[in-house]
């Protein structure tokens, strides 16, 4: 089934800051279907990081923007953000599920640090 396109200037928008101290929500609402810009800030002097492959495997990416870098539609798993940058992320949620974001870039050792809580995509 064919969407339409986004109308970006009615999107949700989500703020969230990310320090060493985790984020600054517990958890992250939206919905199957509603256009969805994250502004992420990190308002920490270290770099910070936002995976989940799962979950960007389940939203279409319309945009993401890093800093000053812009890309159109790409295929990520999570975004790194530099001390004292921002971070858009423009998207629409395609599948409903719980999903479980990290905030460190040595997550797939088990290194554990800044979790934001969940991500929670209601169908």
């Not at 308002?43 to 945009?63: L, N, W």
């Amino acid at each position: 089934k064919d969407q339409p396109p986004a109308n970006w200037n009615q999107a949700k928008t989500i703020n969230l800051d990310i320090s060493g101290n985790g984020y600054g929500r517990d958890g992250i609402y939206m919905k199957v279907g509603e256009p969805t810009v994250l502004q992420i800030a990190n308002t920490d002097k270290a770099e910070r990081f936002f995976i989940d492959g799962d979950f960007f495997d389940s939203v279409a990416m319309a945009q993401v923007t890093v800093g000053s870098a812009k890309t159109d539609r790409p295929c990520i798993s999570g975004v790194h953000i530099g001390p004292g940058k921002k971070a858009e992320l423009r998207f629409v949620p395609m599948k409903a599920g719980i999903f479980y974001p990290e905030g460190n870039a040595l997550w797939f050792l088990g290194v554990h640090q800044g979790s934001p809580g969940f991500i929670y995509v209601k169908g």
